[in-house]
């Protein structure tokens, strides 16, 4: 009896030392903002790119999928869609968003997903941020790009959520996710095995 209660605390420390031992750790909500319409050097898109590294996450960890979705849409032309996404992050705009997360705080593990824009993440993304309460909560980022990776937005979730923990991130390129559906769902495999969401 003895040897299976020692077993047993040895089974239980193994989950809790790993910080990103991910298995035990609670429920996932996949949040994420994505958008489709024109996209530079790809074209016109009927999925947007983050929309589509989302499903994948959510495909692999069992999680649930939120749309983070602003009351006003963004112009489906590139041009006009930068010249908004310009505006908004000089003024540190927090559009409304139009939908909630039903009982959010059962979730503990959350993802967030964005494209980059202008260096950061759509305003839309720090609505949500703001609009929840992820203290003891784990946040993972990931971004869809054009070539500049993360852009530091892991530190602006930090800073935006300070007691909150942050795993490692995930960055792909846009054009890659839009047109390469099996290389993107190894990478973000790769990637979740790494910070121990093993399958």
């Not at 996932?28 to 074209?43: M, V």
């Not at 979730?107 to 720090?126: C, S």
């Not at 935006?160 to 839009?178: H, M, V, W």
Request: glycine share 8%; charged share 20%; with cysteine.
């Amino acid at each position: 009896m003895k040897k299976f209660l020692l077993a047993l605390m040895l089974f239980g420390l193994f989950f809790t030392i790993g910080e990103s031992a991910a298995s035990a750790q609670g429920k996932i909500l996949i949040a994420y903002f994505s958008r489709a319409g024109e996209e530079y050097s790809i074209g016109n898109i009927a999925k947007g790119n983050t929309k589509i590294v989302a499903e994948i996450i959510a495909q692999k960890t069992g999680g649930d999928l939120f749309e983070i979705k602003p009351v006003k849409s963004y112009p489906s032309s590139y041009e006009d869609c930068k010249k908004v996404a310009s505006r908004e992050k000089a003024t540190k705009a927090r559009p409304p968003l139009s939908n909630t997360v039903n009982n959010f705080q059962q979730y503990d593990i959350i993802f967030v997903g964005y494209p980059i824009w202008y260096g950061d993440a759509p305003m839309p993304v720090y609505t949500f941020l703001e609009s929840y309460d992820f203290s003891g909560k784990t946040i993972i980022p990931f971004c869809t790009h054009g070539g500049s990776g993360l852009s530091s937005t892991d530190q602006q979730i930090t800073l935006t959520c300070p007691n909150s923990k942050l795993l490692q991130g995930f960055e792909i390129r846009g054009a890659t996710a839009q047109r390469d559906f099996a290389q993107t769902e190894n990478k973000v495999a790769d990637w979740l095995k790494r910070i121990g969401f093993a399958q």
